[in-house]
């Protein structure tokens, strides 16, 4: 038996006015896109807003359904949209935030399991780190360098 540690590295912003001009400009995308959210069930609305190398910025919302699980978070209907439109760009940052429609949300809000996965199958194919930006609906942001401080033991290909 052996143990191991793992260690992960953020770095934390104050506020959003707090990132670089063109990551707070992201941010301001992923708040506009999340205030479109379709959220009838959960209240909760999540925005991403995600730039490509190519210079396009993919945005997203999380759509739900009646039929749950049959909604489809943010993180994953942009990522998803990059990846059929925009199939050999690579993404370069992704900014997250999350707002409920019944309290306010003020801690940073990563992206759910499902959604990490998602992002790290297109960090994985490119082959080069995606940073992540997430926050709440107000408050302090996190940065992510890449995703495997997210997710560490990365489920993929070489699996199979």
């Known amino acids: 038996m052996k143990e191991i540690s793992i260690t992960t590295q953020f770095t934390v912003f104050d506020s959003a006015k707090e990132l670089p001009e063109d990551v707070y400009s992201l941010m301001e995308e992923a708040v506009a896109i999340r205030k479109k959210a379709y959220a009838p069930y959960s209240k909760f609305r999540v925005g991403v807003a995600i730039?490509?190398?190519?210079?396009?910025?993919?945005?997203?919302?999380?759509q739900e359904n009646a039929a749950y699980p049959s909604g489809l978070c943010a993180e994953r209907v942009a990522i998803f949209y990059a990846g059929s439109v925009y199939p050999e760009a690579k993404i370069l940052k992704i900014a997250?935030?999350?707002a409920s429609d019944t309290n306010k949300t003020t801690t940073p809000i990563p992206p759910c399991g499902s959604c990490r996965q998602s992002i790290a199958e297109y960090e994985l194919k490119?082959?080069?780190p995606i940073e992540i930006y997430f926050m709440g609906e107000e408050g302090e942001v996190n940065k992510s360098a890449s995703l495997k401080n997210l997710l560490p033991f990365m489920f993929d290909k070489k699996f199979l």
């Open 96 to 98: 997250i935030t999350a």
């Open 51 to 62: 730039l490509l190398d190519d210079g396009h910025i993919v945005l997203g919302s999380n």
């Open 126 to 128: 490119q082959d080069t």
